[in-house]
């Protein structure tokens, strides 16, 4: 019984590429996240959205686009990927403010 | 400028031996404040959490934390480490009345010798 699921767990892909991130919580939360953790382990968020609506949108080049099907599920696609995209990518959910993380995303751009 | 502060990047503690994770934020209000841990090619566990109350809060894995306000600081603590405890450790926090945005510090990584 994963609580914060992401698929897949490891992306290695070209520059210029198209990919998608999949997020799924069976929490029953309301609000989810994504966040990027560089190769310095800092971690910071990018997106987070409540019951299907974005709330916070940090300084993230508009190649990344979130989208929330239902509260339940929040994904990450990103368009003409750089070298500087490589990273760990991890979903988090919350009720309030704690928050629960998925295993990660590795993604690798080559 | 808000931050979060974890002034040790390394820290290496012998087996059995008790451990203080540092961790200082620099808010106006008290915000709400984390403790995680990233076990190598893991994800984020949450291991304790202060929102308002006693300022002395446990945690799983036998971790526990202290607010000091008068500080503004937040360590974590563990009176006797195991080898499996080696992992990175992040301080975080949520400003209050802040759309839940975590905030993280850069983390101290934890070496546990035999």
């Known amino acids: 019984d994963t609580a914060v699921s992401q698929t897949p767990k490891y992306l290695v892909t070209q520059m210029g590429n198209d990919k998608s991130i999949k997020c799924e919580q069976n929490l029953g939360h309301d609000t989810m996240y994504w966040y990027k953790q560089d190769s310095k382990k800092f971690l910071k968020i990018m997106f987070s959205?409540?019951?299907?609506?974005?709330?916070i949108n940090e300084t993230v080049p508009n190649r990344f686009s979130p989208k929330s099907p239902d509260k339940a599920h929040l994904n990450l696609h990103i368009n003409s990927l750089e070298l500087g995209d490589s990273a760990v990518y991890f979903c988090a959910s919350s009720s309030q403010a704690e928050q629960y993380f998925g295993p990660g995303t590795r993604l690798t751009v080559t | 400028a808000q931050s979060v502060t974890q002034p040790d990047i390394h820290i290496t503690v012998s087996e059995g031996a008790s451990l203080e994770l540092r961790c200082n934020y620099s808010?106006?209000?008290?915000?709400?404040l984390f403790w995680y841990v990233q076990s190598p090619g893991q994800g984020l566990q949450l291991l304790l959490k202060y929102f308002s109350g006693d300022t002395l809060v446990q945690g799983i894995k036998g971790f526990e934390a202290e607010f000091k306000r008068s500080q503004s600081s937040f360590n974590l603590r563990k009176p006797s480490v195991h080898w499996s405890d080696a992992a990175e450790y992040f301080c975080a926090v949520v400003p209050t009345g802040t759309a839940s945005k975590l905030t993280f510090g850069t983390g101290t990584r934890l070496q546990v010798t035999l």
């Open positions: 959205y409540n019951n299907k609506e974005l709330i």
């Open positions: 808010y106006g209000a008290t915000p709400y």
